[in-house]
């Protein structure tokens, strides 16, 4: 399984990402699940993904293929599009091609072949934005009233998220905020781990900010995850009993 969380803020884009699969307890290993399309001055394109491995990498190497062995065809890529729909759109498609042709082996061998993308930057002449594509390739885009989407373990960290992110959020909170939402699913699922991936993308500067991985043992996430551990104990033991209970 995997967790990855990307955010629409007013100054800006945080993706984040951890890099653990499995296909059971003894068969753990390390990909990183974000992938950056970056031209600057012209865009910025993030993807991040979950679910099915081949899947996922299959798409990836779809929308490179169009980019490098066929660019003198006049189909769209990732780097000719004028919008992030017209990109949204080209995952969409690039997975269900990968549908059609994995998904009946992948279905009659008992494989769960689903697969998650998100898909957020911006493009010359329009806004940032951020997309969920489905696993059947539709797909829908963030809002004000809903800022975030989350990928695979969601559960674990959505309540930090929702109780702390606006899309007024200035960024090194939103940043925080996403590390403890990581931290929480770490505490509480083994199919997510550590390194994670964030990339920090400043509204309308059409190149990437910062991209920083995160592995054991970094100072602040480890800061983070035991003040975060202490400041819960502390709020909880301070708070009165239910007198119902006596």
């Given at each position: 399984?995997t967790?990855?969380?990307a955010?629409?803020?007013d100054s800006?884009m945080?993706?984040?990402?951890d890099?653990r699969?499995?296909?059971?307890?003894?068969?753990?290993a390390?990909?990183?699940?974000?992938?950056?399309?970056?031209r600057?001055?012209?865009?910025?394109i993030?993807v991040l993904?979950?679910?099915n491995?081949?899947m996922t990498?299959?798409?990836?190497n779809?929308?490179?293929r169009?980019?490098?062995?066929?660019?003198?065809d006049?189909?769209?890529?990732?780097?000719n599009?004028?919008s992030?729909?017209?990109v949204?759109?080209?995952?969409?498609?690039?997975?269900?091609?990968?549908?059609?042709?994995d998904g009946?082996?992948l279905?009659?061998?008992?494989?769960?072949?689903?697969?998650?993308?998100?898909?957020g930057?911006q493009i010359?002449?329009?806004?940032?934005?951020?997309f969920?594509?489905?696993?059947?390739?539709?797909?829908?885009?963030?809002?004000d009233?809903?800022?975030?989407?989350?990928?695979?373990?969601a559960k674990y960290g959505k309540?930090?998220?929702?109780?702390?992110?606006?899309?007024?959020?200035?960024?090194?909170?939103?940043a925080?905020c996403?590390l403890i939402?990581?931290?929480s699913?770490?505490?509480?699922n083994?199919s997510v781990g550590l390194?994670?991936?964030?990339l920090?993308?400043p509204?309308?500067?059409?190149?990437?900010g910062?991209?920083?991985r995160i592995?054991?043992?970094?100072p602040?996430?480890s800061?983070v995850?035991?003040r975060w551990?202490?400041g819960?104990?502390?709020?909880?033991g301070?708070?009165?009993?239910?007198?119902?209970?006596?």
């Amino acid at each position: 399984m995997t967790y990855c969380v990307a955010l629409r803020l007013d100054s800006g884009m945080i993706f984040a990402s951890d890099s653990r699969t499995n296909a059971g307890v003894d068969q753990i290993a390390t990909f990183c699940k974000t992938r950056v399309y970056e031209r600057p001055d012209d865009r910025v394109i993030v993807v991040l993904s979950s679910g099915n491995l081949g899947m996922t990498q299959g798409v990836t190497n779809i929308l490179d293929r169009h980019i490098h062995i066929l660019p003198k065809d006049d189909r769209p890529t990732i780097w000719n599009v004028p919008s992030m729909f017209d990109v949204a759109t080209l995952v969409g498609e690039a997975l269900r091609e990968m549908v059609r042709r994995d998904g009946p082996s992948l279905s009659a061998s008992g494989i769960d072949s689903s697969a998650n993308l998100i898909v957020g930057g911006q493009i010359r002449g329009e806004n940032q934005r951020l997309f969920h594509v489905y696993p059947q390739g539709n797909f829908i885009e963030a809002s004000d009233e809903t800022p975030y989407f989350q990928l695979g373990e969601a559960k674990y960290g959505k309540p930090i998220l929702d109780r702390v992110l606006t899309t007024s959020t200035p960024q090194k909170e939103a940043a925080k905020c996403v590390l403890i939402s990581f931290d929480s699913t770490i505490k509480s699922n083994i199919s997510v781990g550590l390194p994670i991936d964030m990339l920090w993308y400043p509204r309308d500067s059409l190149r990437v900010g910062v991209q920083q991985r995160i592995r054991e043992g970094d100072p602040y996430f480890s800061m983070v995850r035991q003040r975060w551990g202490g400041g819960l104990r502390r709020v909880f033991g301070e708070l009165p009993d239910p007198d119902w209970m006596e």
